[in-house]
């Protein structure tokens, strides 16, 4: 049986959040649960997820940082992001892919089960 992959959730809305962790349980992922940024590096760290879905707007920390910081470390670097955000400036997705996102979805286009075909085609996973 296949290692089940392990998916860091960083959003700062409970529902949302409460929405996405029950999907991705549901489709065989682990689950990390972060409610921001600053909490999102320490789950990094104690974790090391698979694939991230990361907010941009958050308190302490938001998105943008928290991308950087992934991406500014050899360690860390190699993680697949997909942001997952309400954030629909063309700057602000441009800004994101270039920085090393894999993926950039607005919360409002994607319904879960289309987020979770994302995550799987990132991931490298048969659908």
């Given at each position: 049986?296949?290692?089940?992959?392990?998916i860091?959730?960083?959003?700062?809305?409970?529902?949302?959040?409460?929405?996405?962790?029950?999907?991705?349980?549901?489709?065989?992922?682990?689950?990390?649960?972060?409610?921001?940024?600053?909490?999102?590096?320490?789950r990094?760290?104690?974790?090391?997820?698979?694939?991230i879905?990361?907010?941009i707007?958050?308190?302490?920390?938001?998105?943008?940082?928290?991308?950087?910081?992934?991406?500014?470390?050899?360690?860390?670097?190699?993680?697949?992001?997909?942001?997952?955000?309400?954030?629909?400036?063309?700057?602000?997705?441009?800004?994101?892919?270039?920085?090393?996102?894999?993926?950039?979805?607005?919360?409002?286009?994607?319904?879960p089960?289309?987020?979770?075909?994302?995550?799987?085609?990132?991931?490298?996973?048969?659908?």
């Amino acid at each position: 049986m296949p290692e089940r992959k392990k998916i860091l959730l960083v959003e700062d809305d409970a529902f949302v959040r409460d929405i996405y962790h029950t999907k991705l349980k549901m489709e065989g992922f682990d689950v990390v649960l972060a409610e921001n940024g600053l909490e999102a590096i320490k789950r990094v760290r104690e974790q090391k997820p698979d694939l991230i879905l990361l907010d941009i707007v958050m308190p302490y920390m938001d998105g943008t940082e928290v991308l950087k910081e992934l991406k500014g470390n050899d360690e860390w670097s190699k993680i697949s992001v997909i942001l997952l955000t309400n954030l629909s400036d063309k700057e602000k997705v441009e800004e994101t892919l270039l920085s090393g996102a894999n993926d950039y979805l607005i919360k409002s286009h994607f319904t879960p089960s289309e987020v979770i075909e994302k995550v799987r085609k990132v991931l490298g996973m048969a659908a």
